[in-house]
């Protein structure tokens, strides 16, 4: 009887159709990464989640789980304690966490601007555009430590204020920065979109410096400023070398994608509560600030130059100290990935 029932499975087996014994094989196992984003429903991090919205991790075998945190300040933190592989914040950060004997590594570039905007309170735009009539104001920032903090001190010391003849309020974005500003906690402050569009449409603040684009952030602070990117903990990524190289392969496929499609169709793929309410506005945002995004995640040449002398301009941290600029970037994935796609 048993001879019988085998036989008759073995025929089973042999006329069933491939795919469906395709279809029965266990899964592929997926490689699991955790990765922090400094403001998930930024625009300037917008790759991150778009990534994962198109699928390319699945393509690359990749479980990524995105966590988001306040700031990039408090990403670059979890990164240190090992909570998560990656981290999307500013390029700036591995500067200046170097500064301090910890080294992160920068493994593709999303922007080649910093995709901020300095809104102004609209009643008061005409004096206070002007950084060097900062002194004696509050002004908004991300978070203390945060890229807003470095650039608007940067803009601040441009325009030949020092750092007592200012304070810096951590008001976050969205909602609570332009409560910030309609309450009169801050005058001015730093933020992206989609926060900059509903800030001018409602009338509430007016843009008094605009960094979406290399000529006019060449044009505010002197130089080159790449900021938003991926990076990892140096040491993590040279362990674990085949994982990085994936993730920048999606990182790459999807600045790529990007660069192929207009504002609206990015639009669609993005989750709705990203919007805010405001779809329109979202895509404005994505047609003001397209610029800033890298087509092929290489750093531009001569940006980490242009950067460290932009924070050595104010920052206490990197006075005196010698920075090894080639152990906080590296285009060794990025143009592997780009040979491929």
Known sequence: MQRVLRAGLVAALLAAPLSLLLAAAPAAAQTPIKIMVGGIDKQIYLPAKLAAQLGFFKEQGL??????????????TALLAREVQGVVGF???TIDLQSKGKFITDVVQFS???GEVVLVKAAD???LKDPA???GQALGVTGLGSATDFLTRALAAKAGLKVQDYSLVPVGAGDTFLAAIQQGKIVSGMTTEPTVARAVQSGVAKVAIDLRTAENTRAALGGDYPAACLYMDRSWMEANKDTAQKVVNVMVKTLKWMHAHSPEEIAAQMPKDYYAGELELYVQGLRDG????SPDGMMPQGAPESVLKVLTSFSPNLQGKTIDLSKTYTTEFVVKANATQ
């Not at 479980?63 to 670059?76: K, P």
């Not at 397209?290 to 995004?293: D, E, M, S």
């Open 290 to 293: 397209k610029a800033q995004y």
């Open 91 to 93: 390029y700036d950060h």
């Open 125 to 127: 735009a005409d004096r």
């Open 63 to 76: 479980d990524v789980e995105l966590f988001n945190s306040n700031s990039g300040a408090q990403a670059a």
């Open 133 to 135: 009539n900062w002194k």
């Open 112 to 114: 080649v601007a910093p």
